[in-house]
């Protein structure tokens, strides 16, 4: 059982991690860490974990897993989502991290590089480098990221919150 259990888990991981974010199409819920495992039972279960308890995209998100499970043949499969531990910047995988930048995003610190800087590094700009950044608002083009600008190529970029 436990093979068919792991057999399943891998399945479903493969299958979301095409799954894209509905408010930053470029990462992978899974990129994302939002499907924080998959649960063998009857029924089984994708347990999901939102960026913060009162996610706008939740409903989207939950749509998009249903949708592509349903399509896999996975319709038997429940979506259960648990806020508790809280998600953390933490679970972003470091290929999540890249695409972020790549997309424009300054990706957040890990929390061992957080603790090294014991406080809130500036943000890395994603367009050309620099380090000489500055806040702007604390609330960017989504409730999870935060309007940065650099100081050099004068740029405005978002930022994911470091929670």
């Not at 068919?4 to 899974?30: H, Q």
């Not at 998009?64 to 531990?85: H, N, W, Y």
């Not at 930048?101 to 620099?130: H, M, N, T, V």
């Not at 608002?137 to 919150?161: H, I, M, N, V």
């Amino acid at each position: 059982m436990a093979a068919d259990a792991n057999g399943l888990a891998e399945r479903v991981f493969t299958l979301l991690s095409a799954v894209p974010d509905p408010e930053i199409p470029v990462i992978s819920l899974t990129d994302l860490g939002i499907i924080r495992e998959v649960r063998p039972g009857s029924p089984a279960e994708v347990v999901i974990t939102p960026t913060y308890s009162g996610c706008p995209a939740s409903i989207a998100i939950q749509l998009s897993i249903r949708q592509a499970l349903d399509a896999a043949g996975l319709a038997d499969i429940q979506i259960r989502t648990e806020l508790s531990p809280a998600w953390t910047t933490d679970w972003i995988s470091e290929a999540g991290r890249q695409k972020l930048l790549a997309y424009g995003i300054a990706p957040p610190e890990s929390a061992e590089a957080r603790l090294k800087l014991k406080g809130d590094a500036p943000a890395i700009c994603p367009q050309c480098g620099s380090a000489r950044t500055q806040e702007i608002s604390r609330y960017g083009s989504t409730p999870c990221k935060a309007l940065w600008r650099c100081l050099d190529c004068a740029e405005p970029f978002d930022r994911f919150k470091c929670i």
